[in-house]
């Protein structure tokens, strides 16, 4: 493919659901910027795939092998890691193409605890989101690395989010994170090239 698939798809929805041409000009508009005005920072050493045509700095989803979610290995919670024993480790965060990403974690035991923050700050017709990677240890040795996106996003232009608590169900290490342009649903469209940790 040539050109920007994502902008012609983003258009094309926007077309189906019946936005007036107005909201069709600005994501054109804003698709254009994006491949005018963002640095890549793709960096296909890091990346399970490899860079492609899209949005400057990310990896289309495409692109990428296929990869199980893994989202039996997180839980989500209302509780204060620290209120349970787990200490502070640190935080990574990002920003590329419009989404902010932070992930920030605590640990006990190898059991760590996640929480997540993002931010939109262009009308592109993309929300944000991120993308974490790790691996987890089965009782007999670690695992290659698995894939998850993190459950929240944020959809609204110029506003951040912090959602969390999400504790692992296994001993985890080597968390890793990433900007993601997700659409409305969360669902990944494609992700920074660069992953920022571990933590």
């Known amino acids: 493919m040539t050109g920007c698939p994502q902008a012609a798809h983003a258009i094309t929805i926007i077309f189906l659901k019946g936005e007036p041409l107005k909201r069709i000009m600005i994501a054109a508009l804003a698709a254009v910027g994006l491949l005018a005005a963002t640095p890549s920072i793709a960096n296909a050493a890091d990346e399970p795939g490899t860079a492609s045509a899209g949005t400057p700095g990310f990896v289309n989803a495409a692109d990428e092998p296929s990869v199980m979610n893994y989202a039996d290995e997180w839980y989500t919670s209302t509780t204060h890691p620290e209120s349970q024993g787990y200490g502070y480790v640190g935080s990574v965060q990002s920003t590329v193409g419009g989404v902010w990403q932070w992930i920030a974690m605590w640990r006990k035991d190898n059991y760590v605890v996640l929480r997540s923050g993002h931010g939109d700050d262009r009308e592109d017709g993309y929300c944000?989101?991120?993308?974490?990677?790790?691996?987890?240890?089965?009782?007999?040795t670690w695992s290659g690395y698995h894939y998850r996106m993190i459950p929240s996003y944020e959809c609204r232009t110029g506003r951040t989010s912090v959602h969390g608590w999400y504790y692992s169900k296994y001993k985890v290490r080597n968390v890793s994170s990433r900007a993601c342009h997700v659409n409305t649903s969360g669902e990944k469209i494609e992700c920074e090239g660069s992953w920022h940790g571990p933590i």
């Not at 989101?129 to 007999?140: L, M, N, S, T, V």
């Open 128 to 140: 944000a989101g991120a993308e974490i990677r790790y691996q987890i240890y089965d009782g007999d």
